[in-house]
């Protein structure tokens, strides 16, 4: 990427200032949300553009950074990279997350696909069933 200048500032490039970002949740979130908004205004060129970028800069941790950006692939039929988002994150992702996804809106392009019902019957993980037999007995 061509570097970009501001007053006074040396050049910078756009990706550096992009990932210099990802250490500030409150500004860097567009970064992953915004590839959703624009697959929902049906600017899928821009969108898959924002994903590349999306992915570079954020968390590969972050679950919800994850989820959105596989709303978005799903919004806009690219089935392969949403499953691969989502097989990413969702062993990570608690029970709540795991139920909301067989009824995101988002999603739906990806219900009847065998790959995302797999993914949407992972048992809670282990120590998740063992704090709520805690919870159960108290």
């Keep these: 990427m061509p570097p970009t200048t501001t007053s006074k500032c040396a050049p910078v490039s756009t990706l550096e200032n992009l990932r210099k970002l990802r250490w500030h949740r409150e500004r860097y979130f567009p970064v992953a949300a915004q590839p959703d908004f624009l697959a929902y205004l049906g600017e899928f060129d821009r969108a898959k553009e924002w994903i590349s970028r999306a992915l570079i800069v ?19 039929g690219e089935s392969d990279q949403a499953l ?4 990413s994150c969702v062993s990570d992702m608690p029970p709540e997350l795991v139920d909301w996804m067989k009824s995101d809106s988002d999603l739906a392009p990806l219900h009847r696909d065998p790959r995302f019902q797999a993914l949407v019957e992972i048992e ?9 037999q805690a919870i159960k007995e108290v």
């Design 124 to 132: 809670a993980k282990p120590e998740d069933a063992m704090a709520n």
């Design 84 to 87: 691969n988002l989502l097989e």
């Design 58 to 76: 954020t968390d590969p941790d972050d679950i919800l950074d994850r989820y959105n950006l596989a709303c978005a692939a799903a919004r806009m």
